[in-house]
C-alpha cells in the first residue's frame, strides 16, 4: 500500500470519527468524562467544536490524498 492510499484512509476514518461526535455529542461526553483536567465541566458546544474539527480535518486530508496533492515519499 502506498502512503497515499493510507493518509486517505485516515483521514476518512477520521473523518466519520468527528461526524459521529459531531451527532452524538451527549454520548461523547459521557465517554470524556463530561469533565476537562481541571475540573470544569465540557459543554456540548465545545464537543460539537472538537467534533467538527476532526470531521473537516478529516476530509480534507482524505481529498488531498486521493487527489495526489500529497506526495507518494
Known amino acids: 500500500m502506498n502512503p497515499q492510499l493510507l493518509f486517505g484512509i485516515g483521514g476518512v476514518i477520521v473523518a466519520v470519527w468527528g461526524v459521529v461526535i459531531t ?29 467538527v474539527f476532526l ?6 486530508i482524505a481529498v488531498l490524498a486521493f487527489t495526489g496533492v500529497l506526495p507518494d515519499h
Open 55 to 60: 470531521a473537516v480535518g478529516g476530509a480534507l
Open 23 to 51: 451527532v452524538w455529542t451527549p454520548w461523547a461526553q459521557r465517554i470524556g468524562g463530561g469533565r476537562l483536567a481541571n475540573g470544569r465541566p465540557i459543554t456540548p458546544a465545545f464537543v460539537r467544536t472538537i467534533g
